[in-house]
């Protein structure tokens, strides 16, 4: 027998006598059972010669071999041998091995053109014409037969693939046997959830992540410098304006005169003005541009209370209150920082986008699993994130339909309590208290301190945000696709050794495992191919490859090739050695012989536990389209405790669509990744989750206290309650309305 079988021709018998199914399959497993020998090769692999032939029975005299053609491999023709090539006994070729759907049909009618002596078993699929129509009464087809013994055996080896001797009665065992291959199954009537159009808004250009960042990063220090001095100005000004409500010393002159003091508020009041110039002047302009947000309203506010501070004494004074001054700095201070905040953490995004040369993109792909949409992560170029991370946050977007509300209810209410009073002299007075109690602290922070300390986050671990568009459609119930590379990323997997069967060369079993691997597309594929060039070995060609539940089948250079799990192998009745004891291994066999095994290790890197966590907590549900055939639901939990019991499990062939490199994907990006593994992808994912729900939630309560403080301002105007309606009442307030904004914040970076 030559080493190398590429070229070994399968010889046939000139008698034809016929044999049954049974007699066949007794014939192929006592020669197998002949080759009980096999070398142990440590890596690295060094082929071993010299071994004995393994011993076969002594074949029927008239017996011949069968051919059983590969799916989609026309019928070789083999030429009859001569006499002086008859195979002696004990001498037959192997028994080739077919897939899981050709194994053991039973023998086609000869066509008409085939030899009478040679029998060709055609795999199902493969267009049949029968030469003569059989007589008598109808019988079930030769397809037909094969198909409902492979399901037969796939049913049994869905039941027993996973038992193992010695945990039978484990608990924990007996309950991952529940979570087999291919299980879960997508729910044809599930409603599609839809989203309810958006007013599209012109996009910003879309500049590169390097370019934006330069933009955002001019001007950013003295941005925070300025927003400083403004909070510390605000400082002196609330002391001022507290001071006679909880009876505070006042330095000379300002102790004494009340002029002094108002004057000295609307002095400071102009100057934070001055600090925050663009701010003010930005809110300002949203007016001509039909964009009104509660910047404007902090800008109105500051302009009509710095107004009513310069007449109020004028008009008579308010009982010695003290104007708004305070209040407007305060909220002009807190504005122009959460303007600084959300440009440090556009700048940080698009620092990370810049960073990778070749990054992952996650993108929300509507209906993509069962019904639902589902995060998908590819390579690409971040197409669309330059436009994303400029365009209007979630609490602009609140505030463009609330603030002009504010606005017009601000003006008509102010115009009531004091025109429609005949007390013109009120009105200055009437408009600072009402558009600064509709000027929230929170307005610019419910956005900015949630974005920026999400961004530093997922900048250390590789993530970018693509703007308010990616997270936006992160509702409940979306799933997330998890592939062999999230799961186990490069360097997690490693091999321990090989085994190489029979007289197989080293260089041969390394080169057709290697090949399907690389075809199969699934993360095995960098390991064999190390391996692959340390045998100094190459691909081969592979025709009509085909992968199934547990393992994968090709035709390489004339030989049958199976790579696939151990139970795949049984499943193939493909011999395997005694007491074998395996956990997790890639098995190559070669025309129906046992070829070598791969024995692999896998480790579980420390986020992925915590990460998968993190998603089903937050209610994104994982689903499993990983390649290799090694990641099971039963293996996670055996090996690694993993809850499975939350994750779903498609078939092979939804699998293989769901982690399809080609696959359409959503125009919208959710983020960019620059780093492998579950960790960027779920952390960018989950913070994204909860950035739209807390940016929701706080903005919706910054209206609200808006709204509330523009009815409390009109009311007690209009009665002319003015120590009821005293700046520091006003100031308490407004806090009470920042603390919730401040606590859910924090809540979005702790998970």
Same mark, same amino acid.
């Given at each position: ?10 010889? %046939? #018998? ?40 393994? #011993? ?151 500049? *590169? ?73 930005? %809110? ?165 301190? *949630? ?26 119930g979306a799933g997330i696709l998890l592939t062999d590379i999230d799961l186990f990323p490069p360097g997690s997997v490693s091999m321990n050794g090989i085994k190489v069967f029979g007289d197989f060369p ?37 025709? #009509?490859f085909a992968q199934y539940e547990g393992g994968m089948a090709a035709v390489i250079r004339g030989d049958q090739v199976l790579v696939g799990s151990a139970a795949f192998m049984h499943l193939m009745e ?28 896998y480790n579980l890197h420390g986020v992925v536990r915590p990460s998968l966590t993190a998603l089903i907590r937050n209610k994104v549900g994982p689903v499993l389209a990983t390649r290799d055939f090694n ?29 399809? *490199? ?77 603390? *919730? ?11």
């Amino acid at each position: 027998m030559p080493k190398d079988r590429d070229d070994q021709l399968n010889k %046939g #018998h000139p008698d034809g006598e016929a044999f049954s199914l049974e007699e066949i399959l007794a014939e192929y497993k006592g020669r197998r059972g002949g080759e009980e020998m096999d070398n142990t090769i440590p890596l690295p692999v060094i082929p071993q010669k010299d071994l004995p032939r393994p #011993h076969h029975p002594p074949r029927r005299e008239g017996a011949i071999d069968n051919v059983v053609d590969f799916p989609g491999k026309a019928a070789r023709r083999r030429p009859a041998p001569e006499e002086s090539e008859a195979p002696e006994a004990g001498d037959g070729a192997p028994g080739a091995v077919s897939p899981p759907s050709a194994r053991n049909k039973p023998r086609s009618t000869p066509s008409e053109g085939k030899a009478p002596d040679e029998k060709v078993v055609d795999f199902p699929g493969e267009e049949e014409t029968a030469a003569d129509p059989p007589d008598g009464p109808e019988e079930e087809s030769p397809l037909q037969a094969g198909i409902n013994k492979l399901r037969r055996k796939a049913d049994d080896y869905a039941e027993h693939m996973f038992e193992e001797e010695g945990v039978e009665d484990d608990e924990d065992v007996r309950k991952a046997e529940k979570y087999l291959p291919g299980v879960d199954s997508e729910d044809v009537d599930a409603p599609m959830r839809r989203r309810r159009p958006r007013r599209a808004l012109p996009p910003a250009p879309d500049l *590169p992540p390097a370019d934006l960042y330069k933009r955002y990063n001019r001007g950013l220090s003295f941005l925070r410098l300025r927003g400083v001095l403004v909070l510390l100005l605000a400082l002196p000004l609330l002391y001022l304006t507290l001071a006679p409500f909880f009876k505070f010393p006042l330095p000379g002159p300002l102790g004494e005169s009340y002029e002094l003091r108002v004057y000295t508020l609307a002095g400071m009041l102009g100057c934070a003005m001055l600090l925050g110039v663009d701010t003010f002047l930005a %809110g300002l302009l949203r007016i001509f541009q039909l964009g009104i947000g509660m910047d404007t309203l902090v800008s109105l506010a500051c302009a009509a209370t710095l107004a009513d501070a310069l007449t109020m004494i004028s008009l008579g004074g308010r009982e010695e209150q003290m104007p708004y001054c305070a209040i407007s700095a305060l909220a002009l201070g807190l504005t122009m920082w959460g303007t600084y905040l959300k440009r440090r953490g556009s700048r940080s995004a698009c620092r990370t986008a810049a960073s990778a040369q070749e990054p992952y993109l996650v993108t929300l792909d509507e209906g993509k699993w069962n019904g639902r949409d589902a995060y998908a992560k590819w390579s690409g170029e971040p197409a669309g994130f330059g436009s994303q991370i400029q365009a209007p946050d979630g609490a602009q977007r609140i505030f463009r339909v609330t603030a002009p509300l504010l606005l017009i209810a601000a003006l008509l209410f102010s115009i009531t309590a004091s025109l429609g009073q005949k007390q013109p002299q009120h009105l200055l007075w009437c408009l600072s208290a009402t558009l600064t109690a509709a000027a929230s602290f929170s307005a610019a922070l419910c956005y900015g301190i *949630p974005w920026n300390t999400l961004c530093q986050r997922l900048s250390k671990s590789g993530a970018a945000i693509a703007g308010w568009d990616g997270v936006v459609g992160t509702g409940g119930g979306a799933g997330i696709l998890l592939t062999d590379i999230d799961l186990f990323p490069p360097g997690s997997v490693s091999m321990n050794g090989i085994k190489v069967f029979g007289d197989f060369p080293v260089e041969k079993v390394v080169a057709c495992a290697a090949t399907l691997i690389r075809d199969s597309g699934c993360g095995l594929d960098k390991i064999f191919h190390d391996l692959l060039r340390s045998q100094g070995a190459i691909y081969r060609r592979s025709e #009509h490859f085909a992968q199934y539940e547990g393992g994968m089948a090709a035709v390489i250079r004339g030989d049958q090739v199976l790579v696939g799990s151990a139970a795949f192998m049984h499943l193939m009745e493909i011999g395997l050695p005694q007491g074998l004891n395996v956990k997790n291994a890639v098995f190559c066999a070669i025309e129906g012989e046992l070829a070598g095994i791969f024995a692999l290790s896998y480790n579980l890197h420390g986020v992925v536990r915590p990460s998968l966590t993190a998603l089903i907590r937050n209610k994104v549900g994982p689903v499993l389209a990983t390649r290799d055939f090694n990641l099971i639901p039963a293996m996670l939990r055996q090996r690694f405790k993993l809850p499975v019991e939350k994750m779903e499990f498609p078939a092979i062939e939804r699998r293989l669509e769901l982690s399809d *490199p080609d696959q359409e994907h959503s125009e919208v990006l959710s983020a960019v990744l620059c780093r492998e593994g579950l960790g960027p992808f779920s952390e960018a994912v989950v913070g994204g989750k909860r950035l739209r729900l807390a940016v929701r939630i706080t903005a919706g309560l910054a209206s609200a206290g808006s709204a509330v403080g523009v009815l409390l301002a009109f009311y007690l105007t209009f009665v002319g309650a003015y120590s009821s309606l005293s700046p520091a009442n006003l100031l308490i307030f407004m806090v009470m309305w920042l603390v *919730p904004t401040l606590l859910i914040s924090g809540w979005v970076n702790r998970y």
